[in-house]
């Protein structure tokens, strides 16, 4: 299984950038948005469970928003309104609920400076 993140970049305070992340071989049903800043522990953005609408960081909410392409095996983050503390790398995942095992993607570097 591989999960390749990707979209990241510099971006303008209340820009907007869209992260990609292509699962392989297949998409899993809960799937995730997260980030890590430097000196900070990992937290969650995004997740969604197929089939329900994805929940939010109380930081993130009503700028970022999660979506997935089963088609594709593909979720994405769309991230609006970026601010300075959005700064970080962000990594996609997904669990596969029948053996418990949770995947990483390798993480894109989001960097919202002016």
């Known amino acids: 299984v591989q999960l390749q993140a990707s979209g990241g970049g510099l971006v303008q305070p209340g820009g907007s950038l869209r992260l990609s992340c292509i699962a392989s071989p297949t998409i899993f049903p809960v799937m995730g948005w997260f980030r890590q800043s430097p000196g900070k522990e990992r937290e969650l953005v995004a997740r969604?469970?197929?089939?329900?609408?994805?929940i939010y960081a109380d930081a993130v909410k009503g700028r970022f928003t999660m979506s997935r392409s089963n088609a594709k095996n593909a979720v994405y983050l769309q991230m609006n309104s970026l601010k300075v503390d959005d700064t970080a790398v962000y990594y996609c995942?997904?669990?596969?609920?029948?053996?418990?095992?949770?995947?990483w993607g390798q993480g894109t570097q989001v960097t919202v400076s002016s």
């Open positions: 995942n997904g669990i596969n609920r029948n053996t418990g095992t949770t995947y």
């Open positions: 969604q469970i197929y089939g329900d609408q994805p």
